[in-house]
């Protein structure tokens, strides 16, 4: 089946505690991206990547970090969360960086930081 | 960069009725307009895309519409049923950039 997986699902760690969120797609797919969605904000882009070892800082970067060794993976890293970064995360992809196709998104991780 | 603006935030109407979701955008280069649906507790889903050298797309209840002058793009949802109820995003794509911008979303509440 096709999906993108992410885990863990649901998170709760404290403040400066480094944690990884894994992202993992089985379809092939060049573009990968992690979104953030808060209550009001709607879904905000953290970080992007168009291809394996190209990567770039989408609207909200700040306190994240990414990776695209292999295709397949996009996992996002945050070297010291604080609380502000409690929040309900999204990794999606989709074929090819010029193609007008929709993304598919993981099932989410819900991360709390106290 | 490009923004939408998407409106109303909420949105309740009953049974049978019809719902009308309307985005602005504001980069007249985007030419990809998807929209997406996400149930409550689960992830968005892509239910119907439109782009920017077609005027409507039809798939059985959902229709969206493009004005490009006036840089907005509608849903249009007949013949809502109780299922229909969830957070609906529009996204807008930029020609030559690969990223997505999305609105703020509308809560769709259909009662029965």
């Known amino acids: 089946e096709a999906q993108v997986t992410q885990n863990p699902r649901y998170l709760i760690t404290v403040t400066g505690k480094k944690l990884t969120v894994t992202c993992s797609q089985n379809m092939n797919h060049e573009y990968m991206s992690w979104y953030r969605q808060d209550p009001g904000l709607g879904l905000r882009q953290i970080y992007y990547s168009m291809n394996v070892e190209v990567t770039d800082k989408g609207d909200v970067p700040e306190g994240y970090k990414v990776s695209r060794k292999e295709k397949r993976n996009f996992p996002l890293i945050l070297e010291s969360p604080s609380p502000n970064q409690t929040s309900l995360y999204f990794c999606?992809?989709?074929?090819?960086?010029?193609?007008?196709?929709?993304?598919?998104f993981g099932s989410g991780t819900r991360l709390t930081v106290v | 960069g490009e923004n939408v603006e998407q409106h109303p935030s909420t949105l309740s109407v009953q049974e049978g009725d019809s719902a009308v979701i309307k985005c602005t955008y504001s980069d007249s280069a985007s030419n990809y307009f998807p929209w997406y649906k996400q149930e409550l507790g689960k992830r968005p889903q892509l239910i119907i895309d439109?782009?920017?050298?077609?005027g409507e797309k039809k798939d059985q209840r959902i229709a969206v519409t493009l004005n490009k002058t006036a840089k907005h793009f509608s849903l249009h949802i007949t013949e809502t049923q109780p299922e229909d109820s969830a957070v609906y995003f529009c996204?807008?794509?930029?020609?030559?950039?690969?990223?997505?911008?999305f609105g703020k979303g509308t809560m769709l509440l259909v009662s029965p």
């Open positions: 439109i782009r920017s050298n077609v």
């Open positions: 999606a992809s989709r074929e090819g960086t010029g193609k007008d196709y929709g993304y598919t």
């Open positions: 996204a807008a794509r930029t020609s030559g950039y690969s990223t997505l911008t």
